[in-house]
């Protein structure tokens, strides 16, 4: 079992900047050791459904949404099983709870999703 936590979210100004984490731990669990299609962050705005903020996946590469092209950057540290998540020049339409996402396994054919408890951010004007 692969659990996920998030950290770094916090109130801000429109315009300020948040870097958010999400640490990756388990049973002998390794980024370098498993199988990963997909790694990255999405969020969910009140009242909104939750979308995809910015991925990386063996197959597509590195996905921006179009909100955040220019402003976010994803990261991966594969030695502190880690996944970050850069916000720059925040704006109040960045409000809402950003999760940390995984699709992994011991093998291409065997991956489930993990999903983060979620980290509220709220962006002010």
């Known amino acids: 079992q692969v659990q996920l936590v998030e950290s770094g979210g916090d109130s801000v100004q429109a315009g300020g900047s948040l870097r958010l984490s999400c640490l990756a731990s388990?049973?002998?669990?390794?980024?370098?050791?498993?199988?990963?299609?997909?790694m990255g962050w999405y969020r969910q705005a009140p009242g909104k459904q939750r979308e995809a903020v910015a991925t990386i996946s063996s197959f597509a590469g590195t996905i921006y949404a179009n909100s955040v092209k220019g402003r976010f950057a994803v990261s991966v540290d594969n030695a502190k099983n880690s996944v970050y998540l850069q916000m720059n020049s925040l704006k109040p339409e960045d409000t809402g709870v950003y999760y940390c996402?995984?699709?992994?396994?011991?093998?291409?054919?065997?991956?489930?999703?993990?999903w983060g408890q979620g980290t509220q951010v709220t962006v002010s004007s």
């Open positions: 388990g049973n002998s669990f390794s980024f370098r050791d498993v199988s990963i299609d997909i």
């Open positions: 996402y995984l699709r992994a396994g011991p093998s291409r054919w065997s991956v489930r999703d993990y």
